[in-house]
């Protein structure tokens, strides 16, 4: 089975278990599934008759309005859970007993970086995942990193009740020991398009 | 008395009680008092006779390295409060009897509606401080903004302890109400100026 995912930065490729990256804009000449919020591909896409678009396929049980197609796709993975895909942004969803309690949309780490740089040379600092959030910075490195990371970590704390955290996508890594009964899932995403194929029989 | 607060995006004076905004770059004959964190500016006012620079008077207490010193100034404004300046960076400073205990530099409001623009044009949003932040968001813009807020009020709230919460600066007044037992204070960095200037006898 070939599954196609494709984001505003990387296009992620599953192929019979094994996950890689192919940003070349080529598509294969088999039947492949795949998701889209990449709008530079949406026409492409539509023209390719092998290539079937998941977006009207998945049936997700939500009174969210606007929900975009990755982030249903990786609500279908798992029935209970906090589901946080972090990549240039950071998506969270709530899930509890297979309906989608609603979610919030968090600016990516990286995009954190970007937004102190602008705002003045003096706030570059480095990405350091190490960092105490339960000690007060005592320098601007610290200080940032503190932000930075305390924004999307409490966040996801606020909402999380009791229910257990999955994290997926480049960034999960550098955010999943910041919590306890939290694990990381690379491939998230295609568990929950492999669900989708399955119910609609598409 | 004359004080001038002159930071990245605005220059703020304080003239005999009366606070305003002077971006025109025009500086006054008569001797004035200063801050400057906008380097654009630092050369022109070592030049200027009349304008005495507050930046090696402040003499704060603390561990920390490389305190800007619009954060330094606000600082001597209050011997036991938590400190939050919001402006294009949001500043937070804690101050326990008189000693600066550390603090953390969070993105402004504005920037991260900026950020999220440059992810995506789906994640343009208008900013709304009525967003309930006990309610799990349903819609695209409730969770921008819940993204927003949360990442702010909850990193403030990470560090406050028992000390009284006091904002200044222009999106202050838009993150006041979130909390307990919190003021606002739009002068408070010219009441630290003033207690410079006291203390140095400049």
């Known amino acids: 089975m070939l599954l196609y995912d494709i984001g505003n930065t990387n296009i ?16 294969p000449k088999e039947k492949f599934y795949y998701i889209c919020v990449n709008s ?35 609500c279908k993975a798992l029935d209970n859970a906090v589901i946080v895909d972090a990549g240039s942004a950071i998506t969270v969803d709530i899930m509890r007993e297979g309906k989608h309690q609603g979610g919030f949309i968090m600016i990516g780490l990286g995009a954190f970086q ?26 601007t ?7 930075t990371f305390q924004a999307v970590v409490g966040a996801i704390e606020k909402v999380r009740g009791d229910l257990p955290l999955v994290f997926c996508g ?3 890594k550098k955010l999943v020991h910041f919590f306890n009964e939290a694990s990381y899932h690379d491939s998230l995403v295609f568990e929950g398009m492999k669900k989708v194929i399955e119910e609609s029989g598409c």
């Open 12 to 27: 992620k490729v599953y192929h019979d278990g094994k996950v890689s990256i192919d940003n070349s804009g080529f598509f």
């Open 40 to 74: 530079a591909y949406h026409d492409s896409l539509a023209k390719i008759e092998n290539a079937v678009n998941l977006k009207e396929k998945i049936n997700l049980d939500t009174n969210y309005k606007g929900l975009g197609v990755d982030r249903a796709a990786v």
């Open 114 to 139: 970007q937004s102190f740089a602008t705002i003045s040379d003096a706030l570059i600092y480095t990405l350091d995942e190490k960092i105490d959030l339960d000690a007060i910075p005592q320098n």
């Open 141 to 147: 490195e610290d200080a940032l990193n503190f932000a």
């Open 170 to 172: 480049g960034d999960g």
